[in-house]
């Protein structure tokens, strides 16, 4: 079945690194732009960044640009987030996302597919 | 930026009951809107996408509507598994990153 699977979060100090990945399953990865959407302890959703089907296009929330890269292998079917200089406000839960966009229409279907999510806590 | 006010903040209503949940853009958005249902402790689901279409698997007592400023999600007879959290985003400022409210508490009365 179609289904996303987030590894890699944990709890790391200010300032340190984490790389989340996401693998993907039951679909045809490639076709898809694909997303990070974080969510803070108790608070709403985030969309933190997208990557467009073949690596193309990317693009970040101005609260983590600089220091958030996102990049897929399609080969692998897998997503990824490089985090960087990581601060106590990037506490949450992130999930990846397939976000159906048709390009060549130019439809969006939204955010039809979400992992189960995983936690990163940054804290000294 | 685009900003999503999502009123009211928490909805007590009564199973079978129908409920009306209400999203308000900042700017105009066209019909560029989805709505999400959360449960705790799980990953955000699709509803309605394009502002009124029901996403694959979704019951037909869940409608959006709306335009431009104002969106509405309405569930016309609450079921138990549909008390929850409901977020709407928008997706208009493309091929920047969309923008969700901050959610409406759908809870038993």
């Known amino acids: 079945q179609v289904q996303l699977v987030e590894s890699g979060g944990g709890l790391v100090k200010p300032g340190g690194s984490l790389r989340l990945s996401c693998a993907a399953s039951?679909?045809?990865?490639?076709?898809?732009?694909m997303s990070w959407i974080r969510q803070a302890p108790g608070k709403g959703l985030e969309w933190v960044s997208y990557?467009?089907?073949?690596?193309?296009?990317?693009n970040y929330a101005d609260s983590v640009k600089g220091r958030f890269t996102i990049s897929r292998d399609n080969a692998k079917n897998s997503l990824y987030l490089q985090m960087n200089s990581l601060r106590a406000e990037d506490t949450a839960v992130y999930y990846c996302?397939?976000?159906?966009?048709?390009?060549?229409?130019?439809?969006?279907?939204?955010?039809?597919?979400w992992g189960q999510g995983t936690t990163v806590t940054v804290s000294s | 930026e685009i900003v999503m006010t999502q009123s009211p903040a928490t909805l007590s209503v009564s199973p079978g009951e129908r409920a009306t949940l209400s999203c308000r853009a900042s700017q105009s958005v066209s019909s560029n809107l989805a709505w999400y249902q959360q449960k705790p402790g799980q990953a955000p689901r699709l509803l309605i996408y394009?502002?009124?279409t029901r996403a694959t698997g979704i019951p037909a007592r869940f409608s959006g509507s709306g335009s431009g400023t104002e969106f509405t999600l309405t569930i016309s007879s609450l079921q138990s598994e549909d008390f929850a959290v409901y977020y709407c985003q928008q997706y208009n400022n493309w091929p920047g990153l969309g923008t969700f409210g901050q959610g409406t508490k759908v809870e038993i009365k």
């Open positions: 039951g679909f045809t990865f490639s076709d898809y732009y």
């Open positions: 990557i467009s089907s073949s690596s193309s296009y990317t």
């Open positions: 996302a397939r976000w159906d966009y048709d390009i060549l229409t130019g439809t969006h279907y939204g955010m039809d597919v």
């Open positions: 394009g502002a009124s």
